[in-house]
DNA sequence: GAAAAAAGTTTCCTATAGGAAACTTTTATT
DNA sequence: AATAAAAGTTTCCTATAGGAAACTTTTTTC
């Protein structure tokens, strides 16, 4: 009976609980979810039951964290209880109290520089922000200044302070833009601005993913 | 021979399908993320299962929707495998084409008059946007035109593009701003703008929920 | 404040999830 | 093409989830 071969997978192996695996996951609160959810509604165990299909005991149990819910029983929770999965295991968005305000003086902004552009960075003093606000000096006068399209996500504002430039977007034709004008466009799509007066141009851009 | 004998649990039963249970929900499709997610990366079930800790047959068995994961399965199967809970059970967001483009001329956008403010909107043809910008003239000379804190959604950004304004907030003292100031704040925070110049002043706003 | 009703928990059992290993299919390798 | 190796599936068993009903606790009602 030579089956020396294998009879051993994972000798004294790690079924992988050591090597990877960052156990960082916080604990899962699935239980707390739901009974928050049931009872912010005032309903009942019963009533939770009739809802989804679900056993009382069922549902008594995922809140005591006595149980782990298959997925399929999550599904009948959000449907039954009309709520959207995530909400079963995410904890509700601290509404937290903002009064955030970071003012910017003309010329004080964080400078950053490129081939290209010079950006002024704006509102720097604040972290996770929705936009990304900077005014930024336009050096390029054509496409070669660039040699590819920038493209990245989220969508994009811009509007002329000084001077005019020509908007270039992968899928438009060249927009000639100058103080006042204004545009609005998706990240994604190939774009670029150039210089089309003599001096440098003035912009603002602010990008939002 | 014995796979066969009990074969058929629930005679013909339908355990809790009908009463209620609005079955609108989509098929999970979970099985179809996790493989999509794992051959993506060019994992084996093997690798996958090291990574997660989970049995390789179980790996199969979700992937083929043979089994409905627990929870705690979904957990670990994030977590090993480096994504987001929400991707195992959410089709990948179509990365659709996007090319959208608005330019807005000086003067052009659609006109939208309070007594304190003469907005302009810019980017009207663009439905879901991430921000919505739009040029004002300010009319109020102090806090008496409004008589109340403008308070709302998101975050908001101004830039002052004509005069001087100062930027009131509900938890900051006065802040006078000129041509190419700007200012980021909370718009849940109190706010508004009053012009301090002779004339009325002109600004850019931005906001972003 | 005792009895009844309702809400919630635990028990006990069955159905199903998850793991180890056998088995099958696919992919390299010669 | 035959063989070996790797990847994937299925089987079989154990652990656990889920349901029905008994039990306990809380709330209501008289």
Redesign the interface.
Known sequence: MSKHDQVDKYPSMT???N???????EK?T?GVQLKAIRTENKWTLEEAS?????ARSTLSKIENEQI?????????L???LNIE??QL?TKPKETKV??????????QGRPHATLTYEHEL??TQ?RN???M?YKSRVHARNFEHFGEWVRHE??E?L?V?EGEVQ?L????EP?T??????????A??GHLVISTSKEDALI?W?T??
Request: overall charge neutral; glycine content about 10%.
């Open positions: 079924i992988g609980d090597e990877n695996n960052k156990r960082a996951v899962s699935i009739k809802r989804t299909g679900l782990s819910p298959t997925f399929s029983v999550m599904q009948k959000a449907s039954g999965l995530p295991f903002t009064g955030r305000r970071d003012v910017t003086l003309d010329g704006l509102a604040l922000k929705k936009m606000p989220g969508e504002f509007l302070l908007l977007t992968e899928f438009y927009a833009l100058v103080v006042g004008d204004s545009a609005y466009y998706d994604t799509m603002l602010i939002a993913e």
